[in-house]
């Protein structure tokens, strides 16, 4: 699925005062919170470490890759696909989120 992203270019940052951010540049230096406040509660330690927002950030690319290809496909032949591409992707994560699901039921009933 890398083959799409030559296809998606990212246009020029403009932050608030109008000036161009070139983007090349390295990012701003950034340290992040070591504890959070949940309600009444505060955590003794981040809640995500950089190894799972970099696989989140993974796991989005990949659904933004297939969902480009999915609009790419041009199906008039199988009746139940719809034409628009935006019901195509909703039909399409129906069907992913069906078939998930009873992988999950099946798993739990069957001895291993």
């Given amino acids: 699925m890398a083959q799409f992203m030559s296809v998606i270019s990212l246009p020029a940052y403009d932050d608030s005062s109008g000036r161009t951010i070139d983007a090349d540049a390295p990012p701003p230096s950034y340290c992040p919170p070591k504890q959070f406040v949940i ?62 699901r009873s992988f999950c039921v099946l798993s739990l009933t069957s001895s291993f």
């Fill in 39 to 100: 309600g009444k509660l505060t955590t003794d330690a981040p809640l995500v470490g950089i190894q799972e927002i970099k696989r989140h950030l993974e796991l989005m690319r990949a659904f933004a890759e297939l969902k480009i290809a999915v609009d790419a496909v041009e199906n008039d032949t199988i009746l139940t696909v719809p034409l628009d591409k935006q019901q195509r992707w909703a039909w399409f994560v129906g069907c992913a989120v069906e078939r998930y």
